[in-house]
Structure formats: C-alpha cells, structure tokens
C-alpha cells in the first residue's frame, strides 16, 4: 500500500551543521513532495516541495532531492540555527486532483548552542 | 483571516460519547481533508470532501463521519469515542484541481478520559 518512511526519527547536530533527513515511498503515482515543518503545538507549515520533473530545488539553506527511479527524496539544511529545532515530516501525493498527503512518521530535529 | 480555522481548539470528552469538529477552509478553495495525529506520529489521513461529498477515505472505522456544507466548510464527527481516539485533529483545505497548495488549520486538541 502507499507509504512513506522516513529517518532518522530524532537527529541533533551542532549550530552552523548541516541536517540531512531522508525519506522513500512506495506509490509509484506520486509526483509531488511537500515537506512540513512542526513546532509544538502548532500546525504542519510547508517550507519546501518538490515535484516529480525535478531532480532537486533550492530556497536559501533548505534544499530538496528526488530520486524518482530509488523512490527517494531527502531535505537538507545548511547553516542549521537554533530556530530549526522542530519536527519535519515528508509527506508524497500522488497526481491527479486533491489527493490525500501520505505523511512520514516525522524527524525531531534538535540544534545544539 | 482568509486561513483554515478550526473549532473548538481544545476538547475533553468521556469515553463513549461523541464529538463534532468543525473546519472553514481557506478562501476560494473548495475541498476539505481532515487527519489525526497521534501524538509523536505524522498525520493520518481520514477522509475527503469535495461538493458535499466524501470523495476518499483513510483506513478509519464508520464511528469517524464527516460532513461538508454549501459554503464549503466542514465538520468530522466521532462517535462512541474511544482512549485512543485522544489526538490532534488537523484540517487542510486546498483546490480539488489541483494536487498541491494545501493549508491546514491549526488543529483541535482532542483528549478522551
């Protein structure tokens, strides 16, 4: 069935590190990539997407890869600063209309002063 | 605001009663998804509703109904509530065109006792 796991599900690194999640799916469908950043009590806010017919985008330190042949995309993050601290999800939607967002299981991203 | 807002944003119910969610979507989009998040897990979808009609459905028991109206906005009703029913429940509105620009609410704390 569609699914999308994603690692680690905790990971801390040292201010001005850089963070790498990763994450594979399953739905061969899928041909849109969205990832969300969490904090505490509040709601999932997108912070970058990436579709099908692109290898990778960049938006200042947070960078998105897709390799749709593997069915692996990953988020990267430079300069990490200690507002990054969150949860990120992955998450994958297969084409068409309004489809259901397919979430991963979450990475609790802790940046050390 | 012409964001998602959800209703209430916090509610404590006793097992075995039921409660009823509400969701006004974004301005101009005309589809409601709503999820459930567990807590420390990514969100999970439950269903879709598109012109006053569940168009998809998440693997979630018949207790779990929802409901759109003309205006677009959109209610989930849960019956016969359960412990494990206790979540974050998120609301994402979006164009059911369109397989991207989802914008979810803020979320209702659920917590059943």
């Known amino acids: 069935g569609e699914n999308v796991e994603q690692h680690p599900s905790t990971l801390s690194v040292q201010e001005g590190d850089s963070a790498v999640i990763k994450c594979t799916y399953s739905?061969?469908?899928?041909?849109?990539f969205p990832w969300y950043k969490q904090e505490l009590g509040k709601r999932p806010q997108l912070i970058i997407d990436?579709?099908?017919?692109?290898g990778e985008k960049k938006d200042q330190r947070i960078a998105v890869t897709l390799n749709k042949t593997a069915k692996h995309f990953s988020l990267h993050i430079t300069e990490t600063q200690p507002e990054d601290s969150a949860v990120y999800f992955c998450?994958?939607?297969?084409?068409?209309?309004?489809?259901?967002?397919?979430f991963g299981s979450g990475t609790r991203l802790s940046i050390r002063p | 605001d012409a964001g998602v807002t959800q209703s209430p944003t916090h509610l404590i119910k006793t097992r075995g009663q039921q409660v009823t969610l509400r969701c006004s979507p974004k301005?101009?989009?005309?589809?409601v998804s709503w999820y459930q998040q567990a807590l420390g897990q990514g969100p999970q979808f439950i269903f879709q509703?598109?012109?006053?009609?569940?168009?998809q459905r998440g693997n979630f028991p018949d207790r779990f109904s929802g409901h759109q109206f003309p205006n677009y906005s959109s209610e989930l009703n849960v019956n016969a509530l359960l412990l494990g029913d206790s979540a974050l429940y998120l609301c994402?509105?979006?164009?059911?065109?369109?397989?991207?620009?989802?914008?979810f609410g803020s979320g209702t704390r659920l917590t059943v006792v």
């Open positions: 994402a509105s979006s164009f059911y065109r369109v397989h991207y620009g989802y914008t």
């Open positions: 739905d061969s469908a899928s041909n849109y």
């Open positions: 990436i579709r099908s017919n692109v």
């Open positions: 998450a994958a939607i297969p084409g068409g209309s309004a489809s259901k967002i397919i």
């Open positions: 301005s101009g989009h005309d589809t």
């Open positions: 509703y598109y012109e006053e009609e569940e168009r």
